[in-house]
């Protein structure tokens, strides 16, 4: 659905964008993550054709996004970090001038409602923008990138500013979208990218340094995949029973944390999953398992991982020669004035 094939963005004397290349497949929901200034709204602006390109090329469902413009362009749904609405219109008024401008065929009532009914705004459907929350102004955003059931969702920032129940409505209502659209979520909420997203895509200083699911990474850079247990029971029983289990390396109790239960350190062989079996075999010998977690790395700490200066090269697929070494120094002098360039 998107292919994207050595792209690089050059402001001036800035590289803001280093021969990029990445594969969305339809019905992916993929998050793109990336400091301050690493490059992710330039290339989302580039997707949408809103920037061109200094070298390497686009598709967007086998359009070309510059020899092809407007045929990929009617492929795509963009939401902005902050979205282009125009106040003193009321909600419909809003996106029926969307369907207009973006030339919809679509029967035009029958498409704004079911619009207007699947990110949930009838009740302010006839208000003016003006005097919606900030909440509802993001579902109206939404609704303006629906307009005309685009293949492609590109949402940058969808839940910024938002209070925690808004930011789980609007989760919620990305989960559903997923279904039927291919989606791009740009996002520093990274709990809201794992649970949302099922692949990422990580950019630092214009490179992509990881292109993955979550898991994968987590698997690939943890040191760590041993378990954590918190379980009811004698504790030389429990651990006879976690010792009976194929696979298990060794387990260790941490002592009580809880009133009538125990942590347990269970390591497992390389490169075994052990949790279902643990859970079943503990459950058939009556033990109730409270908790059970993974000490491998979380999204957050993958994202830090590889986002910071000492472990970014050798995710590098070629050495850095001179030339990259001073765009890296042009990188952190300007990354912030040059995120704002790409806002723009």
Excluded: W
């Amino acid at each position: 659905m998107i292919k994207v094939s050595g792209l690089s963005k050059r402001y001036g004397t800035h590289l803001a964008v280093k021969d990029a290349s990445f594969h969305i497949s339809k019905g992916e929901v993929v998050g793109f993550l990336g400091p301050n200034g690493a490059g992710k709204s330039t290339i989302m602006n580039i997707l949408t054709g809103y920037l061109s390109l200094t070298q390497g090329s686009v598709e967007i469902d086998g359009y070309n996004i510059m020899s092809d413009p407007e045929l990929a362009k009617k492929r795509i749904g963009y939401l902005p970090e902050i979205p282009p609405l125009y106040l003193d219109m009321t909600v419909r008024e809003y996106l029926y001038f969307i369907y207009n401008l973006k030339k919809v065929r679509f029967p035009k009532k029958a498409h704004i409602d079911e619009i207007i009914k699947l990110v949930r705004i009838t009740e302010v459907s006839e208000r003016l923008i003006k005097n919606l929350s900030k909440g509802f102004r993001q579902r109206v955003g939404i609704a303006a990138a629906l307009v005309g059931n685009p293949d492609v969702l590109i949402l940058d920032e969808p839940t910024v500013g938002l209070d925690p129940k808004q930011i789980i409505e609007i989760r919620d209502l990305i989960t559903k979208l997923g279904k039927n659209h291919t989606i791009i979520l740009s996002s520093h909420i990274l709990s809201e990218v794992q649970a949302v997203c099922k692949r990422v895509i990580i950019i630092n200083r214009g490179h992509i340094i990881a292109d993955d699911t979550a898991e994968n990474l987590s698997k690939n850079l943890s040191d760590d995949h041993s378990l954590v247990a918190r379980i009811i029971g004698r504790e030389d029983d429990v651990i006879a029973v976690l010792n009976s289990v194929k696979d298990v390396k060794s387990v260790s109790c941490l002592g009580e944390l809880e009133t009538g239960s125990r942590d347990y350190h269970i390591e497992p062989s390389e490169g075994c999953d052990i949790r279902a079996e643990v859970s079943k075999r503990l459950a058939e010998r009556g033990k109730v398992i409270l908790s059970l977690r993974s000490n491998e790395l979380t999204l957050e700490q993958i994202f830090l991982r590889l986002t910071g200066e000492d472990d970014m090269r050798r995710y590098f697929e070629a050495p850095v020669n001179k030339t990259e070494e001073s765009d890296v120094a042009e990188d952190a002098a300007a990354s912030d004035d040059n995120e704002d360039k790409e806002e723009i």
